[in-house]
T-cell receptor
Framework: DAKTTQPTSMDCAEGRAANLPCNHS???????VYWYRQIHSQGPQYIIH???NNETNEMASLIITEDRKSSTLILPHATLRDTAVYYC????????????FGAGTQVVVTP | GAVVSQHPSRVICKSGTSVKIECRSL??????MFWYRQFPKQSLMLMAT?????????EQGVEKDKFLINHASLTLSTLTVTSAHPEDSSFYIC?????????????FGDGTRLSIL
């Protein structure tokens, strides 16, 4: 599966949109982009995933560039409860859907 | 939403004992379940993939005789840490996927914090 690169940390202001970037320049055509987050001492939480098109759900939006080499997770109105480590993971179609976690981005939402 | 329950949430044992951790999918049937380990200030590391009714597939470097995985039903997988030692102390997390395919998210339990004295 393709590797991903994310910033180590980001600070966001409460109530503002949080834009989390992810690079996956070696992604192949049948690989999905997934986002999970982990709040301290809990299991990870699924946020959103996509293949080519932009996706939106009740938690976030996922914007994938046309060449699929990068993506951005958007939390439209960050709250203090969004403070977590956010993981961008590429998942191949021949891998049972297994996830290989990188270091992720530590997001801190401040009042 | 999909709920995965993990039990126990915390366990403290003496060195040399075996510890069993259960992972249950409560509102869906999980063809595939995964086990991860996480050390302090580190990311999750995939240990193994288990498909219902089959032997687990272990990641490189994970001892299959040390970490016994059973996935006997579509709603239950167990991880047994055999003859546990202090270096096995860690946060163990399971996840479940209904069909084990790339276009379907995994849903995670809340983890088990294992401390071996």
């Amino acid at each position: 599966d393709a590797k991903t690169t994310q910033p180590t940390s980001m600070d966001c202001a409460e109530g503002r949109a949080a834009n989390l970037p992810c690079n996956h320049s070696t992604i192949s055509g049948n690989e999905y982009v997934y986002w999970y987050r982990q709040i301290h001492s809990q299991g990870p939480q699924y946020i959103i995933h996509g293949l080519k098109n932009n996706e939106t759900n009740e938690m976030a939006s996922l914007i994938i560039t046309e060449d699929r080499k990068s993506s951005t997770l958007i939390l439209p109105h960050a709250t203090l409860r969004d403070t977590a480590v956010y993981y961008c993971i590429v998942v191949g179609s021949d891998s049972w859907g297994k996830l290989q976690f990188g270091a992720g981005t530590q997001v801190v939402v401040t009042p | 939403g999909a709920v995965v329950s993990q039990h126990p949430s915390r366990v403290i044992c003496k060195s040399g004992t075996s510890v069993k951790i259960e992972c249950r999918s409560l509102d869906f049937q999980a063809t595939t379940m995964f086990w991860y380990r996480q050390f302090p200030k580190q990311s999750l590391m995939l240990m193994a993939t288990s498909n219902e009714g089959s032997k687990a597939t272990y990641e490189q470097g994970v001892e299959k005789d040390k970490f016994l995985i059973n996935h006997a039903s579509l709603t239950l997988s167990t991880l047994t840490v055999t003859s546990a030692h202090p270096e096995d102390s860690s946060f163990y997390i399971c996840s479940a996927s209904q069909y084990g395919i790339a276009n379907q998210p995994q849903h995670f339990g809340d983890g088990t914090r294992l401390s071996i004295l």
